[in-house]
């Protein structure tokens, strides 16, 4: 039987071992989305994002927030959503607002 990644977590958490913590949260969270189950997946992305280790992958920190932001989305929290969505573009090194062709009358 192979253990969760949640338990993975827990385990590293318990253990101070913080970077793999963080990961096996993402990747739980990140099930948890996934399986539509939100309110969990708040629960593992926010503690993820609690003890995020200082200079993270950026794609593993785009990915917490695009999780974040969806979980966030589907339980109606929209400012925390957008909040989250303005840091995936931060974090993705993207400007904030599009660029549209200005349209000159």
């Not at 977590?9 to 990961?23: D, N, P, Q, V």
């Not at 993270?56 to 920190?61: A, G, N, P, R, S």
Request: charged share 25%; hydrophobic share 45%; glycine share 4%.
């Amino acid at each position: 039987k192979s253990v969760s990644n949640g338990k993975l977590a827990e385990h590293f958490l318990s253990a101070e071992i913080y970077e793999k913590a963080f990961c096996y949260l993402l990747k739980a969270g990140t099930e948890a989305v996934s399986a539509f189950a939100f309110p969990d997946a708040l629960v593992l992305l926010e503690k993820a994002l609690e003890i995020k280790p200082v200079g993270v992958d950026k794609k593993l920190e785009l990915e917490l927030y695009l999780q974040l932001a969806t979980a966030y989305s589907a339980g109606s929290a929209l400012v925390s959503a957008e909040s989250m969505y303005r840091e995936a573009i931060r974090a993705a090194d993207c400007p904030l607002d599009p660029v549209f062709p200005h349209q000159r009358n």
